[in-house]
């Protein structure tokens, strides 16, 4: 089977969705049968091909920025699985220092600004960070990732009609993975195709099927290249499905096993992991190596957490506001 994508590009997106898949069945264990993680957590699994067509299709100093479902995306970003796990543990060594949990990673070094607790908050911070790279001259986009839920919020119009009107060079992505925290879709609005959203503000917008990393992959580089021309903003609608619950303690009552079966049998590793084999891109030994290499990795994370010493507490009212030593500042 032909392919548009070389070898180097399927390898990279099978390693990577494998990364964010293992971490977060981990997590998940480390949570619900170790008691070693605390508070809300929300699961990528099941998305992971959005995240990966979004690192092709982008360059490294393009911010990334989400809501509280954020482990994997820090994890396409670069921030390694040792800080994200130390993060879900409340360690120092976390990539927000202990002090953001599992609904607030952050890495100014790998350009990722969230993590948002508030449904739809990140929408108008990522066109804040959208006009900051057009101020500086950057040739930098945005991507703002949300979800079908936040896609009701008010703020939403509001960002759009700014990014719009002084062509911003941000990416909107909805991860409509179906539903919100239990709602469905079609319960929230009478507009369940969300892309055309974007109609009211004349702004370009599409749908794409995100558990394809190909045809995210393709969607994304177009919308990215707008922004870099200086043309604005795009509104992408993924669809998607998220294969646990809203959160750990959701029971899922509002869906039907068969539900969730059918959508797995769509699984974006597996289909990529079978394009690899029919192309011979790889071994199924080969494969496995990288299988065990993820495995390891997420493993040592789990350890790296174990030994991390927890925050002093003068550590408690730092990072609050802003001082002459923040980053952003400059003369």
Same mark, same amino acid.
């Given at each position: 089977?032909?392919?548009?994508?070389?070898?180097?590009?399927?390898?990279? #997106?099978?390693?990577?969705?494998?990364?964010?898949?293992? !971490?977060?069945?981990?997590?998940? =264990?480390?949570?619900?049968?170790?008691?070693?993680?605390?508070?809300?957590?929300?699961? $990528? &699994?099941?998305?992971?091909?959005?995240?990966?067509?979004?690192?092709?299709?982008?360059?490294?100093? *393009?911010?990334?920025?989400?809501?509280? +479902?954020?482990?994997?995306?820090?994890?396409?970003?670069?921030?390694?699985? *040792?800080?994200?796990?130390?993060? %879900?543990?409340?360690?120092?060594?976390?990539?927000?220092?202990?002090?953001?949990?599992?609904?607030?990673? /952050?890495?100014?070094?790998?350009?990722?600004?969230?993590?948002?607790?508030?449904?739809?908050?990140?929408?108008?911070?990522?066109?804040?960070?959208?006009?900051? =790279?057009?101020?500086?001259?950057?040739?930098?986009?945005?991507?703002?990732? /949300?979800?079908?839920?936040?896609? +009701?919020?008010?703020?939403?119009?509001?960002? !759009?009609?700014?990014?719009?009107? #002084?062509?911003?060079?941000?990416?909107?992505?909805?991860?409509?993975?179906?539903?919100?925290?239990?709602?469905?879709?079609?319960?929230?609005?009478?507009?369940?195709?969300?892309?055309?959203?974007?109609?009211? $503000?004349?702004?370009?917008?599409?749908? &794409?099927?995100?558990? &394809?990393?190909?045809?995210?992959?393709?969607?994304?580089?177009?919308?990215?290249? +707008?922004? +870099?021309?200086?043309?604005?903003?795009? %509104?992408?609608?993924?669809?998607?499905?998220? $294969?646990?619950?809203?959160?750990?303690?959701?029971?899922?009552?509002?869906?039907?096993?068969?539900?969730?079966? *059918? $959508?797995?049998?769509?699984?974006?590793?597996?289909?990529?992991?079978?394009?690899?084999?029919?192309?011979?891109?790889?071994? =199924?030994?080969?494969?496995?190596?990288?299988?065990?290499?993820?495995?390891?990795?997420?493993?040592?994370?789990?350890? !790296?957490?174990?030994?991390?010493? #927890?925050?002093?507490?003068?550590?408690?009212?730092? @990072?609050?506001?802003? @001082?002459?030593?923040?980053?952003?500042?400059?003369?």
């Amino acid at each position: 089977m032909a392919t548009k994508f070389s070898k180097e590009t399927y390898l990279y #997106w099978y390693e990577l969705m494998q990364l964010i898949r293992q !971490f977060e069945l981990k997590s998940e =264990e480390m949570y619900k049968m170790a008691g070693k993680i605390r508070g809300f957590f929300h699961a $990528y &699994i099941g998305q992971e091909a959005i995240a990966a067509g979004c690192m092709t299709a982008t360059q490294h100093d *393009d911010p990334f920025i989400t809501a509280y +479902r954020d482990h994997g995306l820090a994890l396409a970003k670069g921030v390694s699985a *040792d800080a994200c796990m130390a993060e %879900l543990y409340g360690k120092a060594t976390g990539c927000a220092k202990g002090k953001g949990g599992s609904m607030h990673f /952050f890495s100014l070094e790998h350009r990722f600004f969230g993590g948002h607790g508030i449904v739809g908050a990140q929408i108008g911070t990522a066109g804040g960070l959208a006009f900051a =790279e057009k101020y500086k001259g950057t040739d930098n986009v945005v991507l703002c990732f /949300f979800g079908d839920g936040a896609a +009701r919020q008010g703020i939403l119009h509001e960002t !759009f009609n700014l990014a719009m009107l #002084w062509k911003l060079p941000v990416v909107f992505i909805c991860e409509n993975n179906n539903y919100a925290m239990g709602t469905s879709i079609e319960r929230t609005s009478n507009v369940t195709d969300i892309y055309k959203l974007a109609d009211a $503000y004349d702004m370009p917008a599409d749908v &794409i099927d995100g558990m &394809i990393p190909e045809l995210v992959h393709e969607g994304v580089a177009r919308a990215v290249k +707008r922004g +870099r021309d200086g043309e604005g903003p795009t %509104l992408l609608e993924m669809k998607t499905y998220r $294969y646990k619950g809203h959160s750990v303690s959701d029971p899922q009552k509002y869906r039907t096993k068969e539900e969730v079966e *059918d $959508y797995k049998n769509q699984d974006p590793i597996t289909k990529v992991r079978e394009t690899i084999l029919e192309n011979g891109y790889s071994t =199924e030994a080969d494969l496995q190596a990288i299988d065990q290499k993820i495995d390891a990795i997420v493993e040592q994370s789990v350890k !790296f957490a174990e030994e991390s010493p #927890w925050p002093d507490d003068s550590e408690v009212l730092k @990072d609050v506001y802003l @001082d002459e030593n923040y980053p952003f500042i400059v003369d």
